[in-house]
């Protein structure tokens, strides 16, 4: 078979080349329009068929351009990287440096984010506009692809200060649709939303699940994704899947009110805890909808496991949150310990995944992939870094984390990268990073601690914002004579925290930054 990610789209565009594919602002986009450019942007990279296969970096979001990049990557064989245009221009520039892209397809933000180091980056090959593209070939069709040949890279935070690169196989994307097809049935009717961007990993489910399906994608405006309720009802959409602040915003805003969601069949949340208060209101704004809380890892193509709401709902105890779940079709999940042992329930331990969806690691990094995919009874498993437990019915409650990786509004975020920026501005290692604040178990920001003397926060959380994407940049920044350090020399971010709590009720800092909406 062909495991090339084009081809349900392409199989669309043959027997029913009319229906709706992509609804972007004021441009609707048939099945048959989208494979015709997907068709002509596969044989723009293959303008040269000696070359070898490699990466197209696509720094384009929310735009017929990125999905077109997309499609028409696979379809040429290569493997696309996604690149957010709103990512500070040193930050792409690393990113093209790492990459190496054979190609680069843009969009208008992306010329415009193509500037100074960035464009110095970036290959000699970029597609500017779709006028650059050669004609259609009727007869062209998606390069066949094998299993185990890359699908795509996403990068997440990297503790050493260094974004890495997870590298996903085809084989991923095949099991995740096969798997998400199983659950809920979709159909050429269903209209998905795509609150997520190209580079935060739930997109990989919204754009592929729904193209298997000859349904419709409606990517959100960034100007909705924190407010979507208009844009829901105007689109009809039966699909949507977004992080869970978008439904704790709109509960606190008392705008999910019952019945505002007639259209929805169903939601999924994924990306951070899911409070309970959050989705029965949810479930009562979308009366014909299942809601879903699932947890998901970049490493194993953006979902593993499943729970849905119930009567009565299945809480982690203490915190609030519904629980995450069971693994999905396709996915063996097991807690271990330290010494990868597997736990019995009701012992909290790493939560492992193995099967299909698990990447094939990551870029360049043979020492930190096998320590994170080892081999275990000739069985390959990703050690997720999550402190999970199983209860009695077999579902899975997520606890926190074992490591020093936290979430921020669904983006995954190391705390040592945040340090090691940290550290460069202010030019003393004596810096820390812990998350704040933190509402039912999700971050909203970053505070920063720092024993420099001559900078101010502002000047710190400027210099910050030419470095990382914006959601990485502390929110509050303290300057203290010391950083405490526990018995065992580590930083003590229990006594930082406490800091801020103590300071919690004084009157916020006019420079404080407001939570950040998944771009």
Not at 47 to 69: H, K, T
Not at 129 to 135: I, M, R
Not at 356 to 371: K, N
Request: net charge negative; charged share 20%; proline share 8%.
């Amino acid at each position: 078979m062909n495991f090339n990610f084009s081809e349900p789209m392409f199989r669309h565009a043959q027997c029913a080349g009319t229906r709706l594919a992509l609804s972007v602002g004021d441009q609707n986009v048939s099945y048959s329009e989208l494979a015709v450019l997907a068709q002509r942007t596969a044989a723009w990279l293959n303008r040269d068929p000696a070359r070898p296969r490699g990466f197209v970096a696509i720094l384009a979001s929310r735009s017929v351009e990125a999905y077109v990049g997309v499609l028409g990557t696979g379809w040429s064989g290569d493997a696309y990287v996604p690149i957010n245009p709103k990512l500070p221009e040193d930050r792409i520039a690393t990113l093209l440096e790492i990459i190496q892209p054979v190609a680069l397809i843009t969009d208008a933000g992306g010329r415009k984010a193509l500037t100074g180091r960035a464009l110095e980056a970036a290959p000699a090959l970029v597609l500017r506009s779709f006028d650059d593209l050669p004609a259609h070939d009727p007869e062209d069709r998606p390069r066949q692809m094998a299993a185990e040949d890359r699908a795509y890279m996403i990068f997440t935070s990297g503790s050493t200060g260094v974004p890495k690169g997870v590298v996903v196989p085809l084989r991923a994307i095949h099991s995740l649709v096969k798997g998400m097809q199983e659950v809920y049935g979709f159909g050429p009717h269903d209209r998905f939303s795509k609150a997520y961007n190209l580079s935060f990993d739930g997109s990989i489910h919204d754009m592929f699940t729904c193209w298997n399906a000859g349904a419709s994608l409606h990517p959100v405006p960034a100007r909705q994704l924190m407010a979507p309720a208009r844009f829901i009802q105007e689109k009809q959409l039966t699909m949507w899947t977004s992080v869970p602040s978008t439904a704790v915003f709109l509960e606190r805003m008392k705008l999910l009110q019952p019945g505002a969601f007639p259209s929805l069949r169903y939601t999924i949340f994924s990306g951070e805890p899911l409070p309970l208060r959050s989705a029965l209101a949810w479930q009562q704004a979308a009366p014909n909808s299942v809601v879903d809380n699932i947890l998901g890892h970049t490493e194993c193509c953006c979902f593993s496991t499943l729970e849905r709401l119930s009567d009565p709902p299945n809480v982690t105890p203490k915190l609030g949150l519904v629980a995450v779940g069971k693994p999905l079709p396709g996915f063996e999940a097991a807690v271990f310990d330290k010494d990868s042992k597997s736990l019995p329930p009701g012992q909290e331990g790493e939560l492992a995944l193995a099967g299909p969806q698990v990447a094939s690691g990551y870029f360049h990094d043979a020492e930190r992939t096998a320590a994170r995919f080892p081999a275990i009874d000739g069985k390959v498993w990703y050690r997720t870094g999550d402190l999970v437990v199983v209860d009695e019915v077999g579902s899975l409650h997520h606890l926190g984390r074992i490591d020093n990786q936290v979430k921020v509004l669904g983006h995954r975020i190391e705390l040592g990268e945040v340090e090691s920026q940290l550290a460069m501005i202010c030019n003393t290692d004596a810096v820390a990073a812990v998350a704040w604040p933190v509402d039912h178990g999700s971050a909203r920001g970053i505070a920063a601690f720092h024993c420099a003397e001559g900078l101010s926060a502002q000047e710190i959380r400027d210099k910050m914002a030419l470095r990382v994407p914006r959601y990485m940049v502390p929110q509050q920044v303290r300057c203290l004579e010391r950083i405490p350090l526990t018995e065992q020399g580590k930083i003590d971010r229990a006594s930082l925290r406490a800091l801020l709590e103590m300071a919690s009720d004084a009157e916020p800092s006019s420079s404080e930054l407001p939570p950040v909406a998944v771009p």
